[in-house]
């Protein structure tokens, strides 16, 4: 007579083994896939400061090309805590000038670089106007100026330097600032008057042969610490 044999199955102890294994390797897994998923947003977000930096500098360097030279008003002008320079639109011709202004706020302990821009300006008491704004847009900003202001990039410090009589010098000590700001005042005089092309008669403010920006980018971006940027007058370098 033959024993009937049955099939053995797992006792409770390897049940429980099996279920530890199984969730040990879960977690370790998981760990494996977040340290990746982790990994893969540090680099998409040190990817975008590095071409948000990029696109900020190609930017700042557009406007110094377009800078718009006009008689009896300043193009260009840092007191200290904001750079304004009068540009030539990048609407198109006949769409006037526009004021810009460069500046650095502090918003929940963090230093932000920031640009303003005026709309198109097509008379010299929109520009006289505009070019007051933008001052006032670095210390106190209103809702309006607000509208019109881009965040860049995080930064700690900066600061700009001018290249006259073959060396870079500070422009508050410049005594050609002193002319710019005779300038502005004086051109209230034909508020109402159009704004005149680049090349009409009368006397031009002193603009700098060169301009140099030293950033002190914040900690814990992509690229940081001290970056230098030179400008220089196509007029003076051939363009490059």
Same mark, same amino acid.
């Given at each position: 007579? $033959?024993?009937?044999?049955?099939?053995?199955?797992?006792?409770?102890?390897?049940?429980?083994? #099996?279920? *530890?294994?199984?969730?040990?390797?879960? /977690?370790?897994?998981?760990?494996?896939l977040?340290?990746?998923?982790?990994?893969?947003?540090?680099?998409?977000?040190?990817?975008?400061?590095? @071409?948000? @930096?990029?696109?900020?500098?190609?930017?700042?360097?557009a406007?110094l090309?377009?800078?718009?030279?006009?008689p009896?008003?300043?193009?260009?002008d840092?007191? &200290?805590?904001?750079? $304004?320079?009068v $540009?030539r639109?990048?609407?198109?011709?006949?769409?006037?000038?526009?004021?810009?202004?460069? #500046?650095? +706020? *502090?918003?929940?302990g963090?230093?932000?670089?920031? +640009?303003?821009?005026?709309?198109p300006?097509?008379?010299? *008491?929109?520009?006289?106007?505009?070019w007051?704004?933008?001052?006032?847009?670095?210390q106190?900003? *209103?809702?309006?100026?607000?509208?019109?202001?881009?965040?860049?990039? #995080?930064?700690?410090?900066?600061?700009?330097?001018?290249?006259?009589?073959?060396?870079?010098?500070?422009?508050?000590?410049?005594?050609?600032s002193?002319?710019?700001?005779?300038?502005?005042? &004086?051109?209230?005089?034909?508020?109402?008057?159009?704004?005149?092309?680049?090349?009409?008669?009368?006397?031009?403010?002193?603009?700098?042969?060169?301009? $140099? @920006? /030293?950033?002190?980018? #914040?900690?814990g971006?992509?690229?940081?610490?001290?970056?230098?940027?030179d400008w220089v007058?196509?007029?003076? &370098?051939?363009?490059?």
């Amino acid at each position: 007579m $033959r024993r009937a044999t049955g099939c053995r199955g797992f006792t409770l102890i390897e049940l429980l083994v #099996a279920i *530890s294994l199984m969730a040990l390797m879960t /977690v370790l897994s998981w760990r494996g896939l977040d340290g990746v998923s982790r990994a893969q947003t540090r680099l998409q977000q040190q990817s975008d400061d590095v @071409l948000a @930096l990029q696109a900020t500098l190609a930017q700042w360097g557009a406007d110094l090309e377009a800078m718009a030279e006009q008689p009896d008003t300043p193009s260009l002008d840092w007191d &200290g805590r904001a750079l $304004r320079i009068v $540009r030539r639109s990048s609407a198109g011709p006949g769409e006037g000038l526009r004021v810009v202004a460069w #500046a650095r +706020r *502090s918003e929940a302990g963090q230093g932000l670089w920031l +640009r303003w821009q005026s709309p198109p300006l097509l008379t010299r *008491s929109e520009l006289a106007l505009a070019w007051q704004k933008a001052q006032v847009w670095a210390q106190t900003p *209103s809702d309006d100026d607000l509208v019109r202001e881009v965040r860049t990039v #995080a930064l700690d410090q900066w600061q700009i330097f001018y290249y006259r009589g073959n060396a870079w010098s500070n422009p508050l000590s410049s005594a050609d600032s002193a002319t710019a700001v005779g300038a502005a005042s &004086g051109a209230s005089a034909a508020a109402e008057a159009p704004v005149p092309p680049p090349t009409a008669t009368g006397v031009l403010a002193a603009v700098p042969d060169g301009v $140099r @920006l /030293v950033l002190t980018l #914040a900690p814990g971006q992509a690229i940081h610490g001290t970056l230098t940027r030179d400008w220089v007058r196509g007029a003076m &370098g051939g363009g490059k």
